[in-house]
């Protein structure tokens, strides 16, 4: 990492280059159009959050379902909800009119497969998992031209799809030389999948030039590495309006107490460090964390919860009407749950996903249905 | 037939060629594939001293104890000392045990057995989620896969479910039938994580036909599988035991057929699970994805779906349908290689001391997002181009590969490296290009990352 402001600077002159080589391809260079400054970000919690013991309901007897996961002194969001004590930075959002919560929110999803159900959520379909995702498809149908990024080395399923998009993480190796950059990407002029991948992974370079403060964060802390990193490459100059990142580890299904304080803590400090590194953008800035689904109501025999229906999801940002709870709450009684098991989906995930393209991109409801949601339309988005 | 047959059977079906391979298998492409199944024992790691499941996992269970006692005794120091101890012993069998698995994948002349095991070893994943899991792996793989990767899927389907690993990994040993005095006394019950997994991707695959309520019976079948710690337990500590105190009892349905009550319950059912015809096509599905496209054509998952369901699942037959299987000789090269197979191939080029250098290779596996024994889900390593060749992946495998053409001054020179590791693959560009390059470093580093060697 140290040798990070010399090489960069090289390759950001490269990037006029590799540009170039973008075109060739017929591609438009990933960071060129012209940008309302609005921010939408979208986080993806793998693994199924539990978001009972994120937003614990104080009007429910949670504790008669799970009596040996309860976390001790919740933080009072209002006199029926409460928040996970190692969400304290999300609580002071909350109260400050920058965070709202979405309970036993949920994709059309009702199986219990991690990975079906992250397919769904990204795919944004209701039945089959499409090859693309909802945001690539947002990408291709916007009002005005939008550019979007990923934090990692693959490509989330949800920006997956025929627009471009950049990914970026941070380096581990030293770098090649610009020379042998441009030289490669003359030999990917026929190769439409390496010659547009290696055209935006110079480009995104640049944007991320001045990150030399990244990947310091602890080993193994996903979320720290990724969430700022994230802010920061959006809240550059002509930096993406659409950003994703992932973090895993929410699979509680023994000893959730532990599990989930250091998750959520790291989470936490991971969304204030996001604010700070968004800086003037944060104003215009909606961010969503979402999961794939809940947990079951009834903790399960090893001090966890087993695979869920509906879960918790958090929007935060300067362009948030914050401090709400959001959506319908559907109980706790044996007879309100989802299959005598699960809290019920009282709220439709891509309510707050159609919310957040209307209100920061101008996107229709119609536009949202037919291209970005197909099946959706009797989802009415939610005011975020 | 074409000549690039050779180049393909050495690269697509094999690890990828080592020099000279090319050549040998271009008279009988099929012929050099089908005769490594003659040597199947060639995958075995038995040479080397390496522990076996239940001295890894007796391990465990005597540091868990010792970790335990110290606590209560209290003395900070002498418990920061044995937590240090215990790292230290694990990473080093571990790090053993991963030299082992990259040296025979670097030097075997079976590679296509080789292959078969890593795909058999990602189907069945285990993954270092908890400390407790790191002197598992190995031992998982070499019992579990290696040894049944050539016979019936059922006997591999039973290795892998009932080793000391997967019950780790997959929660077995924590799931206890919720009516058992001990489950009662402690306050503890089911886990269904096992029991949906192998259905989910072991097995039937996720459409493949079960329910919610399938999962949960056959969880209750996979409860009393464990392994022998103490209180239950004071001989063979590490073995895994059906132990009937943990176990639910009773008679149920599952899949839609009744078991009976009893340790064999669990396997009755993995029975059922291996011979349904979901199982079939969710195996055949996956590995015409790996030997012939992202999405492979339904003809190609309908002939080895056939081969798996006519041979009652016998896996070296399987393999004789994949090698036999005319889709998968195409002549374009359309599977993008994962960070592993890039890093195995090039290894059997150049060795891997010049893949990895000095100590670095734990830094690569990262920076390719792709760390051995470390795969993000359960679901295992992805096995499609999308994943695997974003932007930010391309520049990574750039820099490594320039790391390695440094490393690589006069072992082998660029152009042989094309010679011999992809023979008539090359392209008349990527031959251009690595010729006019401006070092020897240069035109190594773009053959390493030329599109026919970043393909197989």
Known sequence: MTKRPFTVSRRMVLAGGAAMAATAVSTRPAFAAPSSGNKLAVIILRGALDGLAAVPPSIDQLADWRPNVMPENPLRLTSSFALHPALGGLHGLYTGGEASIVHAVASPYRGRSHFVGQDLLESGSTGDVLRDGWLNRALQSAPTPLSAVSIGPATPLVLRGPAEVGTWSPPVLPEASGDTLARLGDLYADDPMLGSALAQAVELDAAASDMTSMGRTARGDEAGAALPALARLMAAENGPDIGVASVGGWDSHAGQIGQLNNALSRLDAALLAMKDEFGAAWARTQVAVVTEFGRTVKENGTRGTDHGTGGAAFLLGGAVAGGQILGDWPGLAERDLFEGRDLAPANDLRAIFMAMLGQQFGFSRSELTRTVFPGANGVLPLTI | ?456
Request: glycine share 8%.
């Open chain 2, 1 to 456: 037939m074409s000549t690039t047959q050779g180049a393909i059977a050495a690269t697509r079906f094999g690890l990828g060629a080592r020099p000279g391979e090319i050549a040998a298998a271009t008279s009988d492409p099929r012929g050099w594939l089908l005769d490594q199944l003659k040597r199947t024992a060639a995958v075995s790691l038995a040479q080397q001293p390496l522990p076996t499941g239940q001295e890894g996992a007796a391990k465990v269970v005597e540091y868990t104890q010792l970790v335990r006692q110290q606590r209560q005794s209290g003395d900070p120091d002498a418990q920061m000392e044995l937590q240090r101890a215990l790292r230290s012993a694990r990473r080093d069998g571990f790090g053993r045990e991963l030299i082992a698995r990259a040296a025979l994948a670097e030097r075997t002349d079976a590679s296509f057995n080789e292959r078969w095991v890593r795909f058999w070893s990602n189907h069945f994943t285990v993954a270092i989620t908890q400390p407790l899991i790191l002197p598992l792996v190995g031992p998982y793989e070499r019992e579990a896969i290696r040894q049944n990767a050539f016979g019936s899927f059922r006997d591999l389907l039973q290795a892998t479910s009932f080793h000391q690993t997967m019950l780790v990994y997959l929660d077995n040993i924590r799931s206890f039938g919720p009516s058992t005095r001990i489950a009662q006394r402690r306050g503890v019950g089911l886990n269904e994580n096992l029991a949906r997994e192998i259905l989910e991707l072991h097995t039937l695959g996720v459409d493949g036909g079960y329910t919610q309520q399938d999962v949960t019976e056959f969880a209750k079948a996979l409860t009393g599988w464990t392994i022998k710690s103490p209180p239950l337990a004071n001989s063979d500590i590490g073995a895994v035991t059906f132990e009937p105190r943990l176990h639910e009892p009773g008679a149920r349905t599952v899949l839609g057929q009744r078991v009976s009550e009893g340790a064999d319950q669990a396997s009755a059912v993995l029975d059922m699970a291996a011979a349904h015809p979901s199982t079939a096509t969710h195996i055949a599905t996956k590995l015409a994805r790996h030997f012939v496209a992202d999405m492979p054509p339904q003809s190609a998952i309908t002939t080895l779906s056939r081969a798996f369901r006519d041979t009652g699942g016998d896996l070296t037959e399987l393999a004789k349908a994949v090698i036999n299987l005319d889709a998968a000789w195409g002549e374009e090269q359309v599977k993008f290689k994962s960070p592993d197979e890039l890093l195995v191939s090039t290894a059997r080029m150049v060795g891997s001391t010049n893949v990895f250098g000095g100590g670095q290779a734990r830094d690569v596996y990262t920076s390719f997002g792709q760390v051995p024994f470390y795969a993000p889900s359960p679901q295992g390593w992805p096995d499609t181009a999308s994943e695997w060749a974003g932007p930010d992946a391309i520049m990574k495998r750039l820099e490594w590969a320039n790391l390695v053409a440094q490393r690589t001054p006069s072992d082998i020179a660029a152009g042989q490296f094309l010679d011999e590791g992809l023979g008539p693959l090359v392209s008349a560009d990527t031959r251009q290009a690595v010729a006019r390059a401006e070092s020897a470093i240069q035109g190594l580093t773009l053959a390493l990352m030329s599109p026919e060697f970043q393909r197989r």
